[in-house]
């Protein structure tokens, strides 16, 4: 069983940054990915960024340039930076660790708010 907590999130300006952290509790071994994916009041949950125990990341066009997401296997942690944040940010943000290969294991932690407000 794999526990993800986030936190990190809160209240920010329009063009300023937060760091989102992700610790995982249970072993995350290599075969899971981890990333992040957020869900805005009234909109579907939809995917940020990933990144791979070898350090491949992806992430969304709408965060490419702003948002950075880095993993520290030793620590089981994951990490998003996200600077230059816009209004449209505001959302919580859901860390997830997925195992690539028995995909069914799939686990979400409870969410940090992000709200981009002047």
């Known amino acids: 069983q794999v526990q993800l907590v986030e936190s990190g999130g809160g209240l920010v300006q329009p063009g300023g940054s937060l760091r989102l952290s992700c610790a995982a509790s249970?072993?995350?071994?290599?075969?899971?990915?981890m990333g992040w994916s957020r869900q805005a009041p009234g909109k579907q949950r939809e995917l940020v960024a990933t990144v791979t125990s070898g350090g491949s990341t992806n992430s969304a066009d709408f965060v490419k340039g702003r948002f950075t997401i880095s993993r520290d296997n030793a620590k089981n942690t994951v990490l998003l930076q996200m600077n230059s944040l816009k209004f449209e940010d505001t959302a919580v943000y859901y860390c997830n660790a997925k195992n690539v290969v028995f995909t069914s294991l799939n686990y979400w932690g409870q969410g940090t708010q992000v709200t981009v407000s002047s």
């Open positions: 249970g072993r995350i071994s290599s075969i899971y990915v």
